[in-house]
Antibody, heavy 116, light 106 residues
Framework: EVKLQQSGDELVRPGASVRMSCKAS????????IHWIKQSPGQGLKWIGT????????SYNQKFKGKATLTADKSSNTAYMELSSLTSEDSAVYYC?????????WGQGIMVTVSS | ETVLTQSPTTTAASPGEKVTITCRAN?????MHWYQQKSGASPKLWIY???KLASGVPNRFSGSGSGTSYSLIISSIESEDAATYYC?????????FGGGTKLELK
């Protein structure tokens, strides 16, 4: 069974950074890309970027360049996203998802709350 | 960026009714993908490559379209179909989603 298990919800201070994880199981980690997607409260979905674990290549939505950094650890089948210089605009649920053209499996989501 | 505009934004239907959700792009895309999201849950892939049903999706759902206009059609609504549906394109980066269509049951 394919599963993407994300780390827990985060409460972070404005100006801080946060790193979240997405552990893949049930398939060959290097055979698929991992994407990160943002959903702000009551809002729709925004694609942040993608990482191809096989070749450690990343591609970002221009709107998130400088905000998000994607990495992957092939030894533990885990993808990571770090968000920096957090503001209230970054409060949202963040999902990881698998595949190339479309997203066939999703993690359960991580709620990030930015508050002092 | 390719902007996807869904209509209607919200709709309500009675069980057994037919519902059509439209997704229009501001430039031509090759394929459209659709997701279903229920409250408090992650989105689920629902239709991919315009017209292919994801695993487990009932065949009362169908997808069609080309170029700048795509549709998700439910031939006969059931209570379990109440959800928000999003379209998504990958033809040009960044990948973008529509704003969503909330489907309610009367």
């Amino acid at each position: 069974e394919v599963k993407l298990q994300q780390s827990g919800d985060e409460l972070v201070r404005p100006g801080a950074s946060v790193r979240m994880s997405c552990k893949a199981s049930g398939y060959t980690f290097t055979a698929y890309a991992i994407h990160w997607i943002k959903q702000s409260p009551g809002q729709g979905l925004k694609w942040i970027g993608t990482i191809v674990p096989l070749i450690d290549t990343t591609s970002y939505n221009q709107k998130f360049k400088g905000k998000a950094t994607l990495t992957a650890d092939k030894s533990s089948n885990t993808a990571y996203m770090e968000l920096s210089s957090l503001t209230s605009e970054d409060s949202a649920v963040y999902y990881c998802a698998r595949n190339w053209e479309y997203f066939d499996y999703w993690g359960q989501g991580i709620m990030v709350t930015v508050s002092s | 960026e390719t902007v996807l505009t869904q209509s209607p934004t919200t709709t309500a239907a009675s069980p057994g009714e037919k519902v059509t959700i439209t997704c229009r792009a501001n430039s031509s895309v090759s394929y459209m993908h659709w997701y279903q999201q229920k409250s408090g849950a992650s989105p689920k892939l629902w239709i991919y490559d315009t017209s292919k049903l994801a695993s487990g999706v009932p065949n009362r759902f169908s997808g069609s379209g080309s170029g700048t206009s795509y549709s998700l059609i439910i031939s006969s609504i059931e209570s379990e179909d109440a959800a928000t549906y999003y379209c998504q394109q990958k033809s040009s980066d960044p990948r973008t989603f529509g704003g969503g269509t909330k489907l309610e049951l009367k």
